[in-house]
């Protein structure tokens, strides 16, 4: 049997993807991708096995993602609207700032351990965000938890820079002890954490004048 010509393969690839065209082949790379690094972690990802999933060509992704890294940025977007989500869902009615900066610890504690693709996309994947202005947009609604922040430290900005990384760091902390198993395993462990993440951030917050020590 002779060797397809290049127009044999393309055609062949034209009718392997024809369900994913209009648009819809990038995001079908995307959730390819989510479902590797849920299987594989982020460095068990590649776009070759992403288009294995999809059923396209090695070259198809390259059309709409110029590399890894690339693919990987768009599975981050996807991921930090989730988180925003999340966070609005857990904290954004609530009347207190307290109560919302405890809804947003609760909120990456549960991101990290109903979205762990996603978490880990976002946090360890190591992506160049000066290279994506949209993964820098997708950030804003997340970082908006800094004007409550503020309003707790009465616009200090010192004050709030201080509390703000304690609190993140102490919500990280909790997902990572989540992630590594030490509230146990299902859905109890997962608001375990969450709660000891809220307490944790209503202990900060209660002591936060000692974040700067003598003043």
Known sequence: MSA??????????RQHEGRYHHGDLP?????????V?????VRGFSVAEASRRVG?????????????EDLLAAVAIRGLRAFAAMVAAEAGDAPVAEQRLCGMARAYVRFAGEQRALFDTIFSAGIDKSRYPELER??????????????LCDGDGEAAGALAEAIEATAHGHAMLLIDG??????GALAIAADRAAAAVRAIIAGRGALLGPR
Do not use: N
Request: charged share 30%; no cysteine; aromatic share 8%.
């Open 4 to 13: 397809a010509s290049p127009d044999d393969r393309r055609d062949h690839e």
């Open 27 to 35: 995001a079908a790379l995307v959730d390819a991708a989510i479902e």
């Open 37 to 41: 690094i849920a299987q594989r972690g």
């Open 56 to 68: 396209v060509s090695a070259a198809a992704p390259y059309r709409h993602f110029s590399d890894r």
């Open 138 to 151: 997708a950030w804003e609604p997340i970082d908006a938890f800094l004007a409550v922040v503020r309003e």
């Open 182 to 187: 030490q509230y146990g395993g299902g859905p």
